[in-house]
């Protein structure tokens, strides 16, 4: 039997407080809480703030992002920016570069195969 995530709100307090040290402290916020492998997949919550990174970098395989809460902007290798919000979501492919940039402190769910980061 698989456990169950029962409160996904507490999940996102938990890791909204831990970006929020980062970032009072003056830096930008690149954490996540992994809740684990399920059906093959690594799932986690992470949070973000700023840039993260000076420029695209190169995922591994293919992976998921769904904001929970704020507002991410997502650069290509070729210099398209894609915009998700609060509820949306999008899937990066594997083998392109990427960069996330998240004007405001954000929560997002991450799913990507196991074993690939």
């Known amino acids: 039997m698989e456990p169950r995530v029962s409160d996904v709100e507490q999940l996102k307090k938990r890791v909204r407080k831990q970006a929020a040290g980062q970032v009072f402290a003056g830096g930008n916020a690149d ?3 992994d809740l684990g492998p399920l059906h093959g ?3 986690c919550i992470k949070a973000g703030y700023g840039p993260l990174g000076p420029e695209p970098v190169a995922t591994a395989g ?3 992002i769904w904001l929970l809460d704020g507002h991410a902007e997502i650069e290509s290798p070729s210099g398209v920016m894609t915009h998700i919000s609060q509820g949306e979501s999008t899937v990066l492919a594997g083998g392109s570069a990427y960069r996330f940039v998240f004007p405001t402190l954000s929560i997002y ?3 990507e195969l196991e074993g690939q980061s």
């Open 62 to 64: 293919d992976r998921l």
């Open 31 to 33: 954490l996540g809480l």
């Open 109 to 111: 769910l991450c799913v």
């Open 41 to 43: 997949c690594r799932v």
